[in-house]
């Protein structure tokens, strides 16, 4: 995980749908305040701060607005629909579809998650909740596991690579359910099993039908099920060898597809956040659910503090190889802010802060 806004103490949020988002393009007059923020990452490429490109964009209840600047890592001038790799924003995908399941009585957030799906890393019985919560016991895979894995990447780049095999890499000791599993990917592998056993579907298709279609998500690709469709920034993984259409490489987008699968543009992920955290694509009580937690992470989803100087907000941040990503929904102002840039490890956090100090005064 890079940088992000301040996380936010215990918080549960009570929700209300948002209405229809806007549609009209925000006045130009108003849009060059925020198109000056993103033409700002770009001059200072190499601070912390800066990026040598980035593509924002903004979706209210009365209007949306999108920008990009500067270039992909190959030179390639960025637009406001070039794709880049989510990466950890695929999260709150894989949240919204237990939440899905929860509310069609196929999946019971405080069962067992061995109730559904039977391997050696759910033999802690620990609860479909706790998986979601980032409090399973279940850590990340390690380094040394992740090395193995970078190994195996760079020996067959374009090799489609299923969860078990991914999983089979992890060899981290697995502690007691309920105590703080750090940051774990491997319990967003287990949970996309999880979708994949009780829906009996592939996962992209799932996501697909029940989440991407219903928010009008046009230019989302859940890799290596969907690839991007152009343009996309590219990627310059020294373990994936020449482009192949996938961010970064096949095997890389298909090994971590359940937590980092997602390539998208930032007005769709903008407009994800809208949808998602609005109540639009699950009931607001359930939304209400996703938000609750006990320190920063609630289900599949980040809370942030008042950092941004707009008001309490959540969301979710994505790192991958040359692109981050972070988006932010602030429900008390009905906006949902996505911004990525075509770099790793910079302070996105600070650049969104930039933006949505911008963004402000238009929201009023």
Known sequence: MGETPAAAPTTAATMQAFPEPGTSALDPAKAKTLQDVVDKVVASPDSPSGSRGATAAVVTDRWIWSGAAGTDIRGTALRPETSMAAADITKTFDAAEVMLLVKAGKVDLDKPISTYLQHKLTANN????????????????????????????????????????????????????????????????????????????????????????????????????????????????????????????????SALAAGHGLAADAPTVARWGYQLYGGRVLPAELVSEMTKCDGHYGLGTELFADALGIGTSYGHYGDNPDHTSLLVVVPAKKVSVALMIADSRRDVGKMMQELTKALQPLLN
């Open 126 to 253: 620990a609860t479909v909740r706790q998986h979601l919560s980032m409090t399973s016991g279940v850590p990340d895979f390690g380094n040394d596991d992740y090395r193995e894995l970078d190994k195996a990447v760079t020996a067959a780049p374009g090799r489609h690579w299923t969860r078990e095999q991914t999983l089979s890499y992890h060899t981290a000791k697995v502690g007691a359910p309920g105590s703080d599993s750090g940051y774990s990917n491997a319990s967003y592998e287990l949970l996309g099993l999880l979708i994949e056993k009780v829906t009996g579907q592939p996962l992209a298709g799932v996501f697909r039908r029940d989440l991407a279609a219903p928010a009008g998500l046009r230019h989302a690709a859940f890799q290596d099920g969907e690839k991007p469709e152009p343009p996309a920034a590219v990627d310059n993984n020294e373990s994936c060898g020449e482009p192949d259409g996938y961010l970064p490489c096949r095997a890389f987008a």
